[in-house]
């Protein structure tokens, strides 16, 4: 299985006289809130890379399943259940989980 390569799209970025080439600027979105929202407003060679790089660890993993839900339940298992964490806020709404 090959390894997953995101196209890069170069352009010049400047900041205080200083330039450079970034070739992954391309794939922020400015609507990120509304992406983490609605999975389908995330760029589509975007999403088809992210795919792709999922299916790749799936394949490479796949034989340490077991020792992965080992690790988890240990960790799980140090967690207090009465645990909050920190709150979320969401315009006028604070969230606590």
């Known amino acids: 299985m090959k390894i997953p390569q995101l196209k890069k799209k170069s ?3 400047s900041c205080h006289n200083i330039s450079w080439e970034d070739n992954y600027s391309w794939i922020h979105q400015n609507n990120i809130l509304e992406v983490l929202k609605d999975s389908s407003k ?3 060679e975007v999403k088809k890379y992210l795919e792709e790089e999922n299916s790749y ?3 490479y993993l ?4 077991n020792i992965q839900k080992k690790l988890f339940d240990e960790i799980k298992g ?3 259940l009465d ?3 920190l709150p979320y806020k969401d315009y006028n709404y604070e969230y606590w989980t």
């Not at 796949?62 to 399943?65: E, I, L, Q, R, V």
Request: charged share 45%; aromatic share 6%; glycine share 0%.
């Open 11 to 13: 352009e010049t970025k």
């Open 42 to 44: 995330l760029l589509p």
């Open 57 to 59: 660890t799936e394949f």
């Open 78 to 80: 140090r967690i207090k």
């Open 62 to 65: 796949s034989d340490t399943k």
């Open 83 to 85: 645990d909050e964490s």
